[in-house]
T-cell receptor, first 110, second 112 residues
Framework: GQQVMQIPQYQHVQEGEDFTTYCNSS?????IQWYKQRPGGHPVFLIQ?????EVKKQKRLTFQFGEAKKNSSLHITATQTTDVGTYFC??????????FGTGTRLKVLA | EAGVAQSPRYKIIEKRQSVAFWCNPI?????LYWYQQILGQGPKLLIQ????????DSQLPKDRFSAERLKGVDSTLKIQPAKLEDSAVYLC??????????FGPGTRLTVT
């Protein structure tokens, strides 16, 4: 079946450093979504990418969809303590549902 | 706009007991999901509803889990009997027009 892997599994950074997480699919994707889950919280939708090579920015967050539409990345510039949490990608499986990736847990050291 | 509501927020039961969770999605959202999230893992889809019909329940352990959405609005998820491995957070989500999912706060279930 379809597999979605995220790397790294964990990342500790000093506040102000950059952070990148990667999401890799075994199949070509029609779109990809990214979510953030704060410790003790629930996943919150961040963005959806649809087009090959698409790049979208949200303040310090940059999202990119690979040219082959089989991978995606989330880059955070100059991390802050508010960026702490687990970042999940979610990819379509079949027609109507999404599979969540394994997640990357980010810790930011002040 | 009110978010997705879930109750209870926490539940502790003994194994072999039964438990039920309730979810009220965002008004107007036709698609509703139930996920199981084990600590340190991503949400795992249990069941998906479109209005009051089941779209996908392939990952639902049907010998012990059941779910319904009778009037196409709120939904309940039941576990009977519970096992130790059912300890997890049960998340409900409803889907917006762009297929983005809005999650409720979840119910943290501990089975002892």
């Amino acid at each position: 079946g379809q597999q979605v892997m995220q790397i790294p599994q964990y990342q500790h950074v000093q506040e102000g450093e950059d952070f990148t997480t990667y999401c890799n699919s075994s199949t070509t994707l029609s779109n990809i979504q990214w979510y953030k889950q704060r410790p003790g919280g629930h996943p919150v939708f961040l963005i959806q990418l649809v087009k090959s090579g698409e790049v979208k920015k949200q303040k310090r967050l940059t999202f990119q969809f690979g040219e082959a539409k089989k991978n995606s990345s989330l880059h955070i510039t100059a991390t802050q303590t508010t960026d702490v949490g687990t970042y999940f990608c979610a990819v379509p499986s079949g027609t109507y549902k999404y599979i969540f990736g394994t997640g990357t847990r980010l810790k930011v050291l002040a | 706009e009110a978010g997705v509501a879930q109750s209870p927020r926490y539940k502790i039961i003994e194994k072999r007991q039964s438990v039920a969770f309730w979810c009220n999605p965002i008004s107007g959202h036709a698609t509703l999901y139930w996920y199981q999230q084990i600590l340190g893992q991503g949400p795992k889809l249990l069941i998906q509803f479109q209005n009051n019909g089941v779209v996908d329940d392939s990952q639902l352990p049907k010998d012990r889990f059941s779910a319904e959405r009778l009037k196409g609005v709120d939904s309940t998820l039941k576990i009977q009997p519970a096992k130790l491995e059912d300890s997890a957070v049960y998340l409900c989500a409803s889907e917006g027009l762009g297929y983005e999912q809005y999650f409720g706060p979840g119910t943290r279930l501990t089975v002892t």
